[in-house]
């Protein structure tokens, strides 16, 4: 059935980037609309970016003030979370997310950031 697994995270320095990925199956994956959370320990999640299932980006997320940048491949059914100029509080466990099934959609087991020296 639906799966969505995010591979990418890991340990890095200030300033520093990664590249997210989340590999989705199990339903149509260009209808959906795809977006990027995150958790970080005591905090609540926060939404990071969202795409539509043509690759329109929402115009009411912030996407961190331009550092981070998501983009999709629906030939790949997959959906990616460019990450750069990095800093310590962007340490989290980062979640992919979708709305299908509706209401509940779902939700990756998370990858994690630490960024720090």
């Known amino acids: 059935q639906v799966q969505l697994v995010e591979s990418g995270g890991g340990l890095v320095q200030p300033g520093g980037s990664l590249r997210l990925s989340c590999a989705a199956s199990?339903?149509?994956?260009?209808?959906?609309?795809m977006y990027w959370y995150r958790q970080a320990p005591g905090k609540q999640r926060e939404l990071v970016a969202a795409?539509?299932?043509?690759?329109?980006?929402?115009k009411g997320v912030d996407a961190l003030k331009g550092r981070f940048t998501i983009s999709r491949d629906n030939a790949k059914s997959s959906v990616y979370l460019q990450m750069n100029r990095l800093k310590p509080e962007d340490t989290a466990v980062y979640y992919c997310?979708?709305?299908?099934?509706?209401?509940?959609?779902?939700w990756g087991r998370g990858t994690q950031v630490a960024v720090s020296s």
């Open positions: 199990g339903f149509t994956f260009s209808s959906y609309s």
């Open positions: 997310h979708t709305s299908f099934p509706y209401p509940e959609g779902s």
């Open positions: 795409i539509t299932g043509a690759g329109g980006i929402h």
